[in-house]
């Protein structure tokens, strides 16, 4: 079993930002783990595995110690370059396979 958790998430957005840029979502992520826990408690290693911007899906990595600190911070991000959003955890998970997506989710 690995050490890390994986993370489906999607990005709800009131309207379209100026640019959806991976690395933008990225920062976002990480300013928020900062904003929450500080310079150094916010010091978490968060890996964007795959970004889909027309589906503006996610799916992200974190070590296991850190996954309280990552859903806390996603759950406090409210707004995308100036556009109100949340960000929607749809599956996590321990495995990464467990991810695929199936007919069902469709």
Known sequence: MSGFFYFDVELKLAQEPDQLLPIYVKASLEQSLQKVFGEIGGQTVVDLLKFDPKRRRLIL????????KLRAALTLIGEFQGVPCHFLVRKVSPLLLTLVETHLDF
Not at 61 to 68: E, I, L, N, Q, W
């Open 61 to 68: 990595r974190v070590p296991k110690d850190f996954y309280a």
